[in-house]
Structure formats: structure tokens, C-alpha cells
């Protein structure tokens, strides 16, 4: 069916509009809930690196606020502890300060 629409669109003399902008952000592509599916996957594996676990993290789905959301769920306050430690021994990235 585009191509019909082209094809009037150009035997008319009329240009096509362009297509909307993808977003520029590599972490929310064009399908949110996919993006927090991804990124809860990606902390996952990266607790896991360190022998934590969040059992209750998951991706969900998106907010009109927020965009993608990733559910953390109720966490043991051992593992909060440690992965507090781990980050206060990482200093922040130049963009977050």
C-alpha cells in the first residue's frame, strides 16, 4: 500500500513526507518494553558478574513519564550492601557529575 502512495504521491509532482526520527539514544529503541527487557537482562548479568541477584528484576512496561522502567522488586539488604560497596569504589562517569 506505500508504494501505491508513492506512486500517487510522484505522478502528482507532491513529495513524500520524511520518515519520523528514530531515537538517538541507543538504550530506548523503537519498542520500549523491549528496551527494559534488554536492559534488566544486561543488569542481570552484570550482579551476576559480582555473585548478586535482584530475583524479582524484570523489564516492564514503559511510563508516559518515565519511558522503559525496570522493575528491581524487594532485594535482600546483604546484596544492597554489597553492591553499594562495588559502586562507592567506582567513581562516576564524567556525564553523570
Known amino acids: ?13 507532491a513529495v513524500p513526507a520524511p520518515e519520523p526520527p528514530q531515537p538517538s539514544s541507543p538504550s530506548v529503541g523503537p519498542d520500549p518494553y523491549r528496551t527494559a527487557v534488554v536492559a534488566a537482562e544486561r543488569l542481570r548479568e552484570a550482579l551476576a558478574r559480582h555473585r548478586l541477584a535482584f530475583p524479582s528484576l524484570r523489564g516492564s512496561f514503559p511510563t508516559p513519564a518515565d519511558g522503559p522502567i525496570v522493575e528491581a522488586g524487594g532485594v535482600a539488604a546483604d546484596v ?16 553523570d557529575r
Open 80 to 95: 544492597v550492601e554489597r553492591l553499594a560497596e562495588l559502586l562507592e569504589g567506582v567513581e562516576p562517569r564524567q556525564a
Open 1 to 13: 500500500m506505500k508504494d501505491r502512495q508513492e506512486a500517487a504521491l510522484a505522478a502528482a509532482g
